[in-house]
């Protein structure tokens, strides 16, 4: 979670737009607060580590099949068991590929319910759901991408600070595409979210390069 308030990034966007008026603005605080939550959002849709988080949750008893609750956006990883009370930390889940699992147990999916789960399963082309095997009943720690909680003009922003040069230029791109009948503002709107999409693409090539050094 970020230290930058709402309110901050919004002054800026306000200043970008030219919306600095004593007497009047154009733009009222809710609906360019309406184009931060919605950029927060837009953000870590193409950034998922933007906002990836720990907890510990129940699953559904006796099922190798689990899903992700509404405030998740995709999964990442489940990391070990944390018994029936979600207290007891346990044994490590580790990740296996649905093909070793078909070739080593083609009925793995019709496994009893264990004390222990050891291993999960993930296929990418489901971001929203996931396997644990064998089956177990209490909680495990998953790790996954939320939805980032809504902000006022009170709080600070719910990602790391490091992002709110993105979010001023997407709600400087709300604000203009609330007026896209004018052609002035829909070729400046095309470049503030070209902007933002720049900045947010450019720290994932920056943390690409250092993992390359």
């Known amino acids: 979670m970020g230290t930058i308030l709402a309110s901050k990034v919004i002054t800026d966007a306000r200043r970008l737009l030219q919306d600095v008026s ?3 603005t154009r733009w009222d605080d809710p609906t360019l607060l309406a184009g931060l939550n919605e950029g927060q959002r837009v953000l870590v849709s193409l950034k998922h580590d933007a906002n990836t988080v720990t907890e510990t949750v129940d699953v559904v008893a006796g099922d190798t099949r689990q899903m992700l609750s509404d405030n998740s956006v995709a999964f990442v990883r489940v990391t070990r068991n944390m018994g029936a009370d979600g207290t007891k930390p346990g044994r490590a889940i580790t990740g296996v590929s649905k093909e070793n699992m078909d070739f080593s147990d083609p009925e793995w999916g019709a496994a009893k319910t264990a004390k222990a789960a050891f291993h999960f399963i993930f296929d990418p082309n489901h971001e929203r759901e996931f396997h644990i095997w064998p089956p177990i009943e209490g909680k495990i720690e998953l790790v996954h991408v939320a939805i980032p909680a809504e902000v006022t003009l ?13 979010l001023t230029a997407y709600v400087v791109y709300y604000g203009l595409a609330q007026d896209m009948d004018a052609a002035p503002n829909r070729e400046l709107a095309r470049t503030w979210f070209s902007q933002f999409a720049a900045l947010v693409s450019g720290k994932v090539q920056s943390e690409e390069s250092l993992k390359r050094g």
């Open 154 to 166: 009170g709080t600070a922003i719910s990602l790391d600070d490091i992002y709110a040069a993105a």
């Open 22 to 24: 004593n007497v009047a």
